[in-house]
T-cell receptor
Framework: AQSVTQLDSHVSVSEGTPVLLRCNYS??????LFWYVQHPNKGLQLLLK????ATLVKGINGFEAEFKKSETSFHLTKPSAHMSDAAEYFC????WGSGGGADGLTFGKGTHLIIQP | DSGVTQTPKHLITATGQRVTLRCSPR?????VYWYQQSLDQGLQFLIQ???????AKGNILERFSAQQFPDLHSELNLSSLELGDSALYFC????????????FGQGTRLTVV
């Protein structure tokens, strides 16, 4: 079975400062990992994905994440926060494609990112 | 815009009733997934259809059912509704049977009163 733990339910940073959203995962197989963003009253948008290629993954809007197998982590970072980054962020794991069970995408509980002016 | 269309956007209904949520996937996508987002359970995978057939099942209640039609649109049927079924229901689609890089619709917010 697969699981995801987002270590912070809320993160508050000032505009222009770095963002770090933490995610740890558990998977019996070689997982695929994703970060999705959900703006208020909007659907989910894919920020970036890791599927066993380069461990440092670059996504949209300046976000990136690093897959660290030894630490079972997939933290999301951005060098400089913008007001438009305020949203809910979800770390997601899937091992369906690598031979795992049909568990679908497993979402973390989400991290609410607050940007202070 | 993800290209996935869900209708209606909002739905208010009474306990015990039955509702149908509709999803049109992105053009050419064969897979449709349904997810439920609630405050206490977070985002949970319900069910996947691929090219008209059920492909994977998650935490879907027996009171809920889904189907995918020949034109690839999908419907999620929720019956004998309870207050706890109030949630945001998302549909997602992808081009393959693998649950990777699914594109999500904007959701249907169901309120059961």
């Amino acid at each position: 079975a697969q699981s995801v733990t987002q270590l912070d339910s809320h993160v508050s940073v000032s505009e222009g400062t770095p963002v770090l959203l933490r995610c740890n995962y558990s998977s019996s197989y070689s997982p695929s990992l994703f970060w999705y963003v959900q703006h208020p009253n909007k659907g989910l948008q894919l920020l970036l994905k890791y599927t066993s290629a380069a461990t440092l993954v670059k996504g949209i809007n300046g976000f990136e994440a690093e897959f660290k197998k030894s630490e079972t982590s997939f933290h999301l970072t951005k060098p400089s926060a913008h007001m438009s980054d305020a949203a809910e962020y979800f770390c997601v794991v899937s091992d369906w494609g690598s031979g795992g069970g049909a568990d679908g995408l497993t979402f973390g509980k989400g991290t609410h990112l607050i940007i202070q002016p | 815009d993800s290209g996935v269309t869900q209708t209606p956007k909002h739905l208010i209904t009474a306990t015990g009733q039955r509702v149908t949520l509709r999803c049109s996937p992105r053009s050419g996508d064969l897979s449709v997934y349904w997810y439920q987002q609630s405050l206490d359970q977070g985002l949970q995978f319900l069910i996947q259809y691929y090219n008209g057939e059920e492909r994977a099942k998650g935490n879907i209640l027996e009171r809920f059912s889904a189907q995918q039609f020949p034109d690839l649109h999908s419907e999620l049927n929720l019956s004998s509704l309870e207050l706890g079924d109030s949630a945001l229901y998302f549909c997602a689609s992808s081009g393959t049977a693998r649950q990777i890089e699914a594109f999500f619709g904007q959701g249907t917010r169901l309120t059961v009163v």
